[in-house]
């Protein structure tokens, strides 16, 4: 999972060898909260990751950091999964970028149009 990792997530995620355990901690520089991108526009994309905020005691604050599982899923399948995740961040961050400059209040059908242009 960590050369996957190394191949599609250098420079747009921050990430380090875990020590132990079955999960691979992640942070996304650039993003507030990763809670719209994985339970939203992730989970259409087939992409199972827990956002970090499910695992905070006050939910109602931003959390940038998301969790990736590798102990249930084959090898086979880490480096189309990194590779699919690297497109979800980049197409989030770019949505931020959007927000920043329109405000929040910027829908994501509206989002769509101003990014293809």
């Known amino acids: 999972m960590l050369e996957a990792a190394d191949k599609h997530l250098k420079g747009l995620c921050e990430y380090s060898v875990p020590l132990g355990g079955m999960f691979l901690w992640m942070k996304v520089p650039g993003l507030t909260s990763t809670w719209d991108m994985i339970m939203e526009r992730g989970l259409k994309k087939n992409i199972m990751l827990m956002p970090g905020k499910a695992f905070q005691p006050d939910l109602d604050k931003p959390c940038s950091y998301l969790r990736a599982a590798f102990s249930i899923a084959p090898e086979d399948k880490f480096e189309p999964a ?14 931020e970028k959007i927000r920043q400059k329109y405000g929040e209040l910027v829908m994501i059908r509206d989002i769509d149009n101003m990014s293809n242009n």
């Open 82 to 95: 990194m590779e699919r995740l690297a497109e979800l961040v980049r197409e989030e961050l770019a949505i």
